[in-house]
């Protein structure tokens, strides 16, 4: 399929990483698949060196792509403006355009009760997921504006319900969520299309949780209703081609929610 052909994409978090099954074990990078096959170029951004450029060889071999591999790591003591700026230049010199912008990247401590949270770890939530979207977002709005392209955030159930040990990430998720409803509303006159999703997908990391500390998993991880988490590729990334259809656009500031892959629900 070519349903994205000729078009940009910048998915930040997009490191390769795979279940113990050999199939797709990250969210960033199972978009990353989905766009690919769609004939996207990409830019993927990571912290991980070594799984990024693991990733640009796979993407290019297998689906004839032309992917940029810009390590990128938004925190307290960067110059994040000039990181993320240095990104979108590497984009536009190479494809002369974006078309969309996916914010996945997120990091946190997990398990950690809010009293015992240290400023240290509610700063790695906050700029590894609400400044380095908010930084994404007003970089990329030039570009997005001519492309009329669009922006896909991510934010959590465990900012809509909440989730023992996750303060921080549930901070920041729902800093996502806000910032996304206002965009949605401010950028629509420019013909951007602003979307969050909260997803529920199982991943490597996730893999790592339940064989490492299966006390804490069970009391900690429930099964979605549907009775499966979600495919990074199959059922989060097909979502995020379709929220990349120009011809598609969603309520404005609505927030989609998939439950195990099987549904949408605004």
């Not at 299309?193 to 996730?206: E, G, S």
């Not at 893999?207 to 549907?226: I, L, Q």
Request: hydrophobic letters at 40%.
């Amino acid at each position: 399929m070519s349903f994205l052909k000729n078009k940009t994409a910048i998915i930040t978090g997009a490191g390769r990483a795979v279940l113990s099954d050999g199939r797709c074990g990250s969210i960033g990078y199972g978009i990353a698949i989905a766009y690919a096959k769609e004939g996207a170029n990409l830019i993927i951004t990571g912290r991980n060196k070594e799984k990024l450029a693991q990733g640009k060889e796979e993407l290019e071999r297998l689906y004839g792509i032309k992917v940029i591999a810009a390590a990128a790591d938004i925190n307290a003591a960067a110059d994040n403006e000039a990181v993320v700026k240095e990104v979108i230049k590497e984009a536009v010199d190479a494809f002369g355009r974006i078309d969309v912008l996916v914010n996945n990247a997120q990091a946190s401590y997990s398990g950690v009760t809010l009293e015992d949270h240290t400023t240290e770890q509610f700063n790695l939530a906050m700029f590894s997921g609400l400044y380095a979207t908010f930084y994404y977002m007003k970089a990329c709005y030039p570009y997005l504006k001519e492309t009329k392209g669009s922006v896909i955030n991510f934010a959590s159930g465990a900012g809509l319900f909440g989730k023992y040990g996750q303060s921080s990430y549930a901070a920041a998720k729902e800093g996502i969520r806000g910032l996304s409803r206002v965009a949605a509303i401010e950028w629509a006159p420019a013909g951007i299309n602003v979307n969050v999703i909260c997803p529920l997908a199982w991943t490597a990391q996730l893999e790592k949780f339940k064989n490492t500390y299966p006390d804490a998993y069970e009391k900690n991880v429930e099964t979605p209703p549907a009775g499966h988490f979600a495919d990074p590729e199959l059922e989060i990334g097909r979502v995020c081609v379709q929220l990349a259809n120009p011809d598609f656009k969603y309520m404005t500031g609505e927030t989609i929610t998939l439950e195990g892959g099987l549904g949408l629900r605004p």
